[in-house]
């Protein structure tokens, strides 16, 4: 069974980089025609897709947070990344990862999130 | 960007009763039309993919439809663990968009 986890800082100041890892568990990262992605969602609001990466390297991202983001991926720890930077209150979110599997590309897997909160 | 439209954006029913929320795409996406279901506190889970196609796991009372760019989900016989909110989401092109989402609370 695929597990996903975030870890990162909970508190990050404004103008900085949230930086959050997605751990993979229960499969390896590198296998099958998968994207590893992120989205966020601000309390009481709805959801918001940041982006993916595919195993080679590949990126997608929001054309609304496109200048402040890189995803990256890391098969050799099984793990995958969001840097945004430049941060602002308008960035407090849970934050979760995901994986988009083939066909049809639902998001079927997603790790629990964790909340990121900007604020000096 | 493809715009979701889901509604209503809540609905109260009862234990029992039949639910139908409808999620329309601001241009054609095929069936790359996926259904999630969120908990307070927790992250969504996926309900319905490829417009119709149940997720293992995912009680036989949920299904779903699609008419051109018109999308359904259905709960046939509303379960108190059903209370949640509701979330469409296009799968045809990114970005990725969601729709608004649907509270369904207990009437």
């Known amino acids: 069974q695929v597990q996903l986890q975030e870890s990162g800082p909970g508190l990050v100041k404004p103008s900085q980089t949230l930086s959050l890892t997605c751990t993979v568990s229960?499969?390896?990262?590198?296998?099958?025609?998968?994207?590893w992605s992120w989205i966020r969602q601000p309390a009481g609001k709805g959801l918001e897709w940041i982006g993916r990466?595919?195993?080679?390297?590949?990126?997608n991202y929001n054309p609304s947070l496109k200048s402040r983001i890189t995803i990256s991926v890391d098969t050799s720890k099984n793990q995958f990344s969001l840097n945004l930077s430049s941060v602002t209150a308008a960035d407090t979110a849970v934050y979760y990862c995901?994986?988009?599997?083939?066909?049809?590309?639902?998001?079927?897997?997603w790790g629990q999130g964790t909340l990121v909160t900007v604020s000096s | 960007d493809i715009q979701m439209t889901q509604s209503p954006s809540s609905l109260s029913a009862s234990v029992g009763d039949r639910v139908t929320i409808t999620c329309r795409a601001s241009?054609?996406?095929?069936?790359?039309l996926n259904w999630y279901q969120q908990k307070p506190g927790k992250a969504p889970r996926l309900l319905i993919y490829?417009?119709?196609t149940l997720q293992s796991g995912v009680p036989s009372r949920f299904s779903g439809s699609a008419s051109g760019t018109d999308f359904t989900l259905t709960i046939s016989s509303l379960q108190p663990e059903d209370f949640a909110t509701y979330y469409c989401?296009?799968?045809?092109?990114?970005?990725?968009?969601f729709g608004q989402g649907t509270k369904v609370e207990i009437k």
């Open positions: 241009q054609s996406i095929s069936t790359y």
């Open positions: 229960g499969g390896s990262i590198s296998s099958g025609s998968y994207y």
């Open positions: 989401q296009q799968s045809y092109t990114t970005p990725r968009t």
């Open positions: 995901a994986r988009e599997s083939p066909g049809s590309r639902p998001l079927d897997y």
């Open positions: 990466v595919f195993t080679n390297g590949i990126t």
């Open positions: 490829a417009a119709s």
